[in-house]
T-cell receptor
Framework: DADVTQTPRNRITKTGKRIMLECSQT?????MYWYRQDPGLGLQLIYY???????NKGEISDGYSVSRQAQAKFSLSLESAIPNQTALYFC???????????FGPGTRLTVL | ELKVEQNPLFLSMQEGKNYTIYCNYS?????LYWYRQDPGKSLESLFV?????AVKQEGRLMASLDTKARLSTLHITAAVHDLSATYFC????????FGTGTRLQVFP
């Protein structure tokens, strides 16, 4: 079984809709991250959390919110989706030493 | 603000040839990562470089880190088609900042 899972894997929605992307991990890591990747580009950090009570904005947090429901779960919400939020979204985890980040399989989101 | 730049952004190379991808970053950091991404797939960790002068090798790939020059290199030796992918470097401060990636295509 995968250590980092994301649901849904693909989602098509309309402008103005509220969308939630979910991430779960079985690695026991305290740190979790949400990234966005646009075609042909690198990853941009949206939000990150170092433990259940800690939430931090990344490079591109506008238009997004997150919830850390438990150590193993970190959700990303788009309150009112817009077309330029069409992208591939990755969740990642790391332990305190942050020797490496482990990425989920990604969620492909299309906003029409 | 930490900036991470990779070059080249696109690399087309023949099988059997050698080449180097460069990763420059703008702020002090003693930890650098290299990742591989296949089209439509997630990121796979290749190397973690933790100190100045660190060198790691796996198969045909070798990564090095010069923290004084704020430079990491990913050297490809005798490229094969299976190495075709996009390669990202990423630098950590309090969070991980990614470079724009180098898309590598290896042709016969």
């Amino acid at each position: 079984d995968a250590d980092v899972t994301q649901t849904p894997r693909n989602r098509i929605t309309k402008t103005g809709k509220r969308i939630m992307l979910e991430c779960s991990q079985t690695k026991g890591h305290d740190r979790m991250y949400w990234y966005r990747q646009d075609p042909g580009l690198g990853l941009q950090l949206i939000y990150y959390s170092f433990d259940v009570k800690d939430i931090n904005k990344g490079e591109i947090s506008d238009g997004y919110s997150v919830s850390r429901q438990a150590q193993a779960k970190f959700s990303l919400s788009l309150e009112s989706a817009i077309p330029n939020q069409t992208a591939l979204y990755f969740c990642a985890t790391s332990d305190v030493s942050a020797d490496t980040q482990y990425f989920g399989p990604g969620t492909r989101l299309t906003v029409l | 603000e930490l900036k991470v730049e990779q070059n080249p952004l696109f690399l087309s190379m023949q099988e059997g040839k050698n080449y180097t991808i460069y990763c420059n970053y703008s702020t002090t950091s003693d930890r650098l990562y290299w990742y591989r991404q296949d089209p439509g797939k997630s990121l796979e960790s290749l190397f973690v470089l933790l100190s100045n002068g660190a060198v790691k090798q796996e198969g045909r790939l070798m990564a090095s880190l010069d923290t004084k020059a704020r430079l990491s290199t990913l050297h490809i030796t005798a490229a094969v088609h299976d190495l075709s992918a996009t390669y990202f470097c990423a630098v950590v401060t309090d969070k991980l900042i990614f470079g724009t990636g180098t898309r590598l295509q290896v042709f016969p």
